[in-house]
């Protein structure tokens, strides 16, 4: 617990962000991925990711990498050529399975972003805000909505408690911002809740 009048504050030496292998409709969404690489490499975060140079993972590790800071990549050998791999990064990890991937990529992070992406990005993010429900983890789970990319998203999670399927206290896990600054502030000031993943019975 902490204590009483002091703030807490999530130690984050190294971050995994969850993104598209395709720039997306907007160019605001490659803006933003190069906005926070840049920020994570100011503030020395290493920066934890799924390895491709192309899409919005591309402009991610450029800008981090262009900036001066650490950027690890993690891609089963199976997509190296799918999603074109990345050369120039501090460290590529080649694994056997998307399981092992996600698994290596959420051990060796500190707390994790989702930026726009597809089917692979929400998979991601909802298996970590999973994690954090079921207590597997304690570890902050950000959202960077990008022009609103995620509103209805969110919208949806928000009828997801009125339903009575998700409890207020774990929906709250999702820090959400549009901001990159903000959102790493919010997750380095993020506490996990003292409650239990189930419901109260009568």
Request: net charge negative.
């Amino acid at each position: 617990m902490t204590p009483a009048g002091l703030g807490y504050h999530h130690a984050m030496k190294n971050i995994c962000v969850y993104c598209g292998s395709s720039p997306g409709k907007s160019e605001a969404y490659c803006d933003a991925a190069r906005s926070l690489g840049k920020l994570l490499a100011a503030r020395e975060v290493g920066l934890i990711y799924g390895a491709a140079s192309v899409g919005v993972m591309g402009a991610l590790a450029d800008a981090a990498l262009a900036a001066g800071g650490e950027v690890v990549g993690v891609i089963p050998e199976a997509l190296m050529s799918f999603e074109v791999s990345h050369d120039n990064l501090t460290e590529l990890v080649v694994v056997d399975s998307m399981h092992t991937r996600k698994a290596t990529m959420a051990e060796r992070a500190d707390a994790f972003i989702a930026l726009p992406g597809g089917l692979g990005t929400l998979e991601e993010l909802f298996e970590m805000l999973t994690w954090s429900q079921l207590r597997f983890h304690a570890k902050p789970v950000g959202l960077l909505n990008v022009d609103g990319f995620y509103d209805s998203l969110l919208a949806f999670l928000d009828q997801t408690v009125a339903h009575e399927f998700v409890r207020q206290e774990h929906r709250d896990n999702l820090i959400v911002s549009d901001d990159p600054e903000a959102l790493l502030a919010a997750l380095s000031n993020w506490q996990p809740p003292t409650i239990d993943k189930w419901w109260e019975q009568d």
